[in-house]
């Protein structure tokens, strides 16, 4: 009997809740996609923090040298936000992609001009291996379908680095210096992708890569942002 409620059950809800574990009609619960901690209203248009007004630069960011444009992120890194990060990056959970990362990160993005080309913020080649897939690069493959956009693998890890957890923001910029280079020329307007921005040292040094290739502009969109 239980074997059969469960079989009825999955026909309605045929899988779990990525955050709770619960079951649910999709990679979420209907609990658990109310609680995304969206980030909604007005941002700061450089950094994407949110702010008390629309505001073209705000005081987080006004003395940092990014090295890209500006970054979007329609997330905060926190509760379901970080459940979906944990279930793409340990568990390559790609329906996630598809279904959840890829319409917010659209979202997200909505009233920018188009981009020439998506480019994914690529990991060790040793961690690649370990872990079997790129979370960064399989975001990336997402959005670019989802905004009519090329995806561009040029940039791959030339130095290995440090896990970033415990290092200020200095210490993360010396960190990547130098750990990336593009393996072409590039070029045009492009797109950034990787899941969580923390003090934007990683997406800088690829932006600053790409901008040596060539590229005119570099734009950065993640899933998640620490506010
Ligand atoms: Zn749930
Ligand atoms: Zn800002």
Redesign the pocket.
């Given at each position: 009997m239980q074997a059969y409620v469960e079989a009825l059950a999955d026909l309605f809800y045929p899988q779990w809740c990525l955050s709770c574990d619960g079951r649910a009609s999709d990679v979420l619960c209907r609990a658990c996609f109310d609680a995304l901690p969206r980030i909604w209203g007005p941002t700061?248009g450089?950094?994407?923090?949110p702010t008390a007004f629309e505001t073209p630069?705000?005081g987080?960011?006004?003395n940092v040298d990014f090295g890209f444009e500006g970054v979007r992120a329609p997330l905060r890194y926190e509760g379901v936000g970080k459940e979906i990060v944990h279930a793409l990056k340990y568990r390559g959970y790609t329906r996630v992609v598809e279904k959840l990362a890829v319409p917010l990160l659209s979202g997200t993005l909505r009233g920018t001009a188009p981009f020439d080309a998506v480019v994914p913020v690529p990991i060790h080649r040793k961690r690649l291996r370990k872990r079997g897939f790129n979370q960064a690069a399989l975001l990336a493959h997402g959005l670019a379908h989802g905004i009519n956009a090329g995806v561009s693998d040029t940039l791959q890890v030339v130095r290995s680095t440090r896990d970033q957890v415990e290092l200020s923001a200095a210490e993360r910029r010396a960190n990547v210096a130098g750990a990336f280079a593009p393996k072409a020329r590039a070029r045009g307007r492009l797109l950034l992708v990787d899941d969580v921005l923390t003090t934007g040292a990683t997406l800088g040094a690829c932006a600053g890569a790409l901008l040596r290739a060539g590229a005119a502009e570099v734009h950065a969109v993640t899933l998640c942002r620490t506010v």
């Open positions: 700061c450089r950094c994407g923090l630069v705000c987080e960011c006004k």
